[in-house]
T-cell receptor, first 110, second 111 residues
Framework: GIQVEQSPPDLILQEGANSTLRCNFS?????LQWFHQNPWGQLINLFY???GTKQNGRLSATTVATERYSLLYISSSQTTDSGVYFC????????????FGKGTLLTVNP | DAGVTQSPTHLIKTRGQQVTLRCSPK?????VSWYQQALGQGPQFIFQ???????QRGNFPDRFSGHQFPNYSSELNVNALLLGDSALYLC??????????FGSGTRLTVV
């Protein structure tokens, strides 16, 4: 199956700093999503981005499908950005599942 | 527009018991998937339901079963609970694979 690797595993920032999270995947995908898991466990969809670039406020994401990686940018980080960020990918054909990476634990200190 | 709704939010069961978790998909979505997330890990795919049939299954034993109803809602059943089944169970819904929306999860503790 598809392998997903996220880096870094942990990241500690001061409020206001910028960061880049990376997701590498081992095969072509037809679905790639970035999620933020809050302390209560809810997975919040940040981006559906199988290719290209998208922006939403202080967050943006880029997926280069041909090189099998995706980046999530967080600018001017806030304490509320803390939590685990997951990259999840889905294949095509009869493979409908999302395969998740192990996540990046982001801690933003005031 | 309601998102994905799961119930109950928390549950404590005894080893060997059976449990049923419920999920209502986001309005307009017709596909429901279930995931298990152990502490400190990423979610693992259990199975997906579409048109009331199990369309794909992950590496979980037959103790894990499910159902999808005509209104697209779904249930996850786990029989003969083990301590290792303690986890956060997440339901996700989608339409035509264009992105999955997750519920808040059910935290199951087996004692």
């Amino acid at each position: 199956g598809i392998q997903v690797e996220q880096s870094p595993p942990d990241l500690i920032l001061q409020e206001g700093a910028n960061s880049t999270l990376r997701c590498n995947f081992s095969d072509s995908v037809n679905n790639l999503q970035w999620f933020h898991q809050n302390p209560w466990g809810q997975l919040i969809n940040l981006f559906y981005i199988p290719s290209g670039t998208k922006q939403n406020g202080r967050l943006s994401a880029t997926t280069v499908a041909t090189e099998r990686y995706s980046l999530l940018y967080i600018s001017s980080s806030q304490t509320t950005d803390s939590g685990v960020y997951f990259c999840a990918v889905g294949g095509g054909g009869s493979n409908y599942k999302l395969t998740f990476g192990k996540g990046t634990l982001l801690t933003v200190n005031p | 527009d309601a998102g994905v709704t799961q119930s109950p939010t928390h549950l404590i069961k005894t080893r060997g018991q059976q449990v049923t978790l419920r999920c209502s998909p986001k309005s307009g979505h017709d596909t429901v998937s279930w995931y298990q997330q152990a502490l400190g890990q990423g979610p693992q795919f259990i199975f997906q339901y579409y048109e009331e049939e199990e369309r794909q299954r992950g590496n979980f034993p037959d103790r894990f079963s499910g159902h999808q109803f005509p209104n697209y809602s779904s249930e996850l059943n786990v029989n003969a609970l083990l301590l290792g089944d303690s986890a956060l169970y997440l339901c996700a819904s989608s339409l035509l694979r264009r992105g999955y929306t997750f519920g808040s999860g059910t935290r199951l503790t087996v004692v």
